[in-house]
């Protein structure tokens, strides 16, 4: 159970959180392949510039990088996420990135194994220097759990017995091993952060009560203020019911950002359109709700991604200015 008096143990979940405003995450890939999409075939994103939007976005401030565990592409439903394996992509971005946080948003554990998973976020908590925080999630893809050959219905159940055993693999405690069988044994390398941070995209069909209590924050998605106002008081409600306070709510947003500074905001499904200014007055909004970190997904942007990257980090109060 994860106790929110030791934030100093995982410096990866620290940087999200900012006084007075919300942190701004990148969700990959980092591309605008759905505006770019013309309905007569797949999205696919053109990977030749995510790397260098994650460096950028890393330069000027953005405090995470989020990437999405999609193993197969589903033709029909046209979104391949990241098309990079995750773990692959992450261990790269480790060795070019300095100071983002590195995240998954999710990474589906009931195609996994408990082993792998844990060592697999250790390594990458090691190569990017404390850096990683492990989202997790059960997947919403039928499809995946087919070909897989894993049982869809049960998956809430082999979550939950995930989520709790790795912290004790990442500690190397003895009691978390039992499962496993008799002989000791431990992860190695060992995680940078003293506690590596995991926190719950989604509900992966468990109460909240249950994510308070065993998770270190909640990754959610886009809503009105009001539904957002709501949820986070539900957020809080549920960390006093566990004794376990102060851990983040994020969230996912996309976004088109005009090239007019004073276009007004409109609502899309799980996004918004504006321009900077109205974007600026929305984030603080979001604050207010009490969301703590806003990855944006700006794969529906019309502008090339690099410009929209730097007209936000331009404007004074959105990244570290």
């Not at 939007?53 to 391949?80: K, Q, S």
């Not at 952060?193 to 509900?203: D, E, Y």
């Amino acid at each position: 159970m994860s106790n929110a008096s030791h934030r100093s143990d995982q410096p990866a979940l620290d940087a999200l959180r900012l006084p007075g405003r919300a942190s701004l995450g990148l969700l990959l890939p980092a591309d605008n392949d759905w505006a770019r999409w013309s309905g007569r075939g797949v999205s696919m994103p053109n990977l030749a510039q995510t790397t260098h939007h994650v460096r950028l976005a890393d330069e000027i401030g953005f405090r995470g990088a989020w990437l999405r565990d999609v193993p197969t592409f589903d033709p029909t439903d046209g979104d391949p996420g990241q098309v990079f394996d995750p773990w692959t992509y992450l261990g790269y971005l480790a060795a070019v990135t300095r100071r983002i946080t590195l995240g998954t948003a999710a990474v589906v554990t009931p195609l996994d194994h408990d082993l792998h998973l844990a060592k697999r976020a250790a390594s990458v908590d090691v190569l990017s220097n404390g850096r990683f925080v492990l989202g997790v999630a059960t997947g919403d893809r039928p499809l995946e759990y087919g070909v897989f050959g894993a049982e869809y219905a049960s998956r809430g159940e082999r979550f939950r017995t995930t989520v709790e055993r790795l912290p004790g693999l990442w500690s190397g405690e003895a009691a978390a091993h039992r499962s496993f069988g008799a002989t000791p044994f431990e992860i190695a390398p060992p995680p940078a952060q003293r506690r590596l941070p995991q926190v719950v995209v989604g509900r992966a069909q468990q109460s909240l009560e249950w994510i308070a209590a065993h998770a270190d924050g909640w990754f959610s998605y886009a809503g009105s203020i009001d539904q957002l106002t709501a949820l986070s008081r539900d957020w809080e409600a549920a960390q006093q019911a566990c004794g376990c306070a102060g851990k983040p709510l994020m969230m996912a947003l996309r976004v088109v950002l005009e090239a007019d500074r004073n276009a007004p905001l409109s609502y899309f499904p799980m996004g918004i359109r504006a321009g900077i200014g109205e974007l600026k007055r929305y984030l603080e909004q979001l604050y207010g709700a009490g969301i703590a970190h806003v990855a944006l997904n700006l794969r529906m942007s019309v502008r090339p991604v690099a410009q929209v990257l730097e007209e936000i980090g331009r404007e004074p109060g959105l990244l570290n200015n």
